[in-house]
């Protein structure tokens, strides 16, 4: 069993940045694939970025390429989202989770996620 918890999200300007930090408990953590999505009002829950159990390899959706770097640290059981030049198209409730069937790579589907934080609110405004 593993349990998430988000912190780091918050109101901020366009332009601004954020860094996003969530804590895992249990041992499938280092071993995993990690993602981070996101989820604004009405609409569906979208991929953000991810990163391999080794920290090497690393995915982001074009909405976030270039702006977002997501990292881990496996000896704190930590993953960040580094967030700069936010925009209002940022805006949602950030999630991070944990892929823990696919040999710690890298996955883009929400189903292949079976461990999910309680998310963190971004809101920037314009």
């Known amino acids: 069993q593993v349990q998430l918890v988000e912190s780091g999200g918050g109101l901020v300007q366009a332009g601004g940045s954020l860094r996003l930090s969530c804590v895992a408990s249990g041992r499938t953590f280092s071993r995993a694939g990690l993602g981070w999505f996101r989820q604004a009002p009405g609409k569906e829950r979208d991929f953000v970025a991810g990163?391999?159990?080794?920290?090497?390899?690393?995915y982001y959706a074009d909405s976030v390429k270039g702006r977002f770097t997501i990292s881990r640290d496996n000896a704190r059981s930590t993953l960040f989202l580094q967030m700069n030049s936010l925009s209002p198209e940022d805006t949602a409730l950030y999630y991070c989770a944990v892929a823990s069937s696919y040999s710690g790579n890298i996955r883009l589907d929400v189903g292949k996620y079976d461990y999910w934080g309680q998310g963190t609110q971004v809101t920037v405004s314009s």
């Open positions: 990163i391999d159990w080794s920290g090497l390899t690393t």
